[in-house]
């Protein structure tokens, strides 16, 4: 079973207790944008194999959005963090680029 820190209310939650929601670090596009990049927002996402950034609800709980990197082929869970941020923190870069050495942070703009 997948289990998370929730880093708003420090509780161990596992998956029943929360909710996922997607890619994290996404841009949104708004009001303005051109249909390419909107629709490129809403259907794109990308589907890893090995190390994805993804948003995560602790549903039962707080009820707050945090992020998470997770090991898609392992499930090991590397870190969670505040949903308030642009990128990952450096701690997590740190660790994630530790256990996959060929892992760099792709900015998304």
Not at 9 to 23: K, P, S
Not at 29 to 52: I, M, Q, W
Not at 59 to 67: E, N, P, Q, R, T
Request: aromatic share 12%.
């Amino acid at each position: 079973m997948l289990t998370l820190k929730c880093p708003c209310c420090g509780v161990q939650a596992d998956e029943t207790e929360l909710a996922a929601g997607g890619e994290a670090h996404l841009k949104r596009f708004g009001p303005g944008s051109s249909d390419a990049d909107f629709e490129t927002y809403l259907f794109t996402r990308e589907n890893p194999k090995g190390v994805h950034l993804e948003r995560w609800r602790h549903a039962y709980g707080c009820g707050k959005w945090f992020l998470a990197a997770r090991d898609t082929v392992t499930m090991e869970v590397i870190g969670t963090y505040s949903a308030q941020t642009l990128e990952p923190p450096q701690e997590i870069k740190d660790a994630i680029t530790a256990r996959h050495p060929g892992w760099s942070w792709r900015e998304f703009s």
